[in-house]
């Protein structure tokens, strides 16, 4: 009997879960299937824990020619299941194997913490470019200062024709020194108004008596 051993899928819409599963190749893809050998959680971030794996039950069925699917294989590799099977089709001792398995995991850890080392170097340096721009964007260059200098040395070259006009104020005062005739009619104006009011006030009895 052919077999495979492959995922099938139970998740519900848009959070997919994956049984790993032996079954006949002959069958349709949801058919029932023979023996359920491991889980795979695809939405699991970490992705040392999100696959589990009956290794011996694998290892019995590739002997007996079970086919594996790419997806399989590729947890499989993960998990040193492939390289294991790999080392067992060589002829290999029980021993020799696990020792094989043993550097093997030890070089891969290796990996993955050079791995993760490198991916934290990358967002340090992200952040240290977007802070970098943010500071040259805030910053204004050195040409727009060098522009706005001229523009300093005009505002000095202005200040003496304010000096003229400083000058030219004696004039006006001259000006205001005219206008006395102003200033006595402004003065008298008060007084027509008091005068004003004490005709009318005096008016006004003289209306009562008739």
Excluded: C
């Amino acid at each position: 009997m052919a077999t495979k051993i492959r995922l099938k899928r139970i998740g519900r819409r848009n959070r997919p879960f994956y049984r790993i599963i032996i079954i006949d190749s002959r069958k349709r893809r949801d058919g029932s299937a023979i023996e359920q050998v491991g889980w795979y959680n695809p939405i699991e971030s970490n992705k040392e824990k999100n696959y589990n794996l009956k290794e011996d039950k694998i290892l019995e069925w590739l002997k007996l020619g079970a086919q594996v699917t790419d997806p399989v294989n590729k947890l499989m590799k993960r998990s040193g299941l492939a390289y294991r099977w790999h080392l067992m089709k060589q002829g290999l001792a029980e021993k020799e194997i696990d020792k094989a398995i043993e550097k093997w995991k030890k070089e891969r850890d290796k990996v993955i913490q050079d791995r993760i080392k490198a991916n934290k170097a990358k967002i340090e340096n992200a952040k240290a470019e977007k802070a970098a721009a943010k500071v040259s964007e805030e910053t204004p260059p050195e040409e727009e200062k060098a522009e706005e200098a001229p523009v300093e040395e005009e505002k000095a070259e202005e200040t003496p024709a304010k000096e003229e006009k400083a000058d030219e104020a004696p004039a006006e005062e001259e000006k205001a020194d005219e206008s006395p005739a102003e200033e006595e009619k402004a003065e008298e104006a008060p007084a027509e108004e008091a005068l004003a009011k004490d005709e009318k006030a005096e008016e006004a009895p003289a209306e009562e008596e008739k």
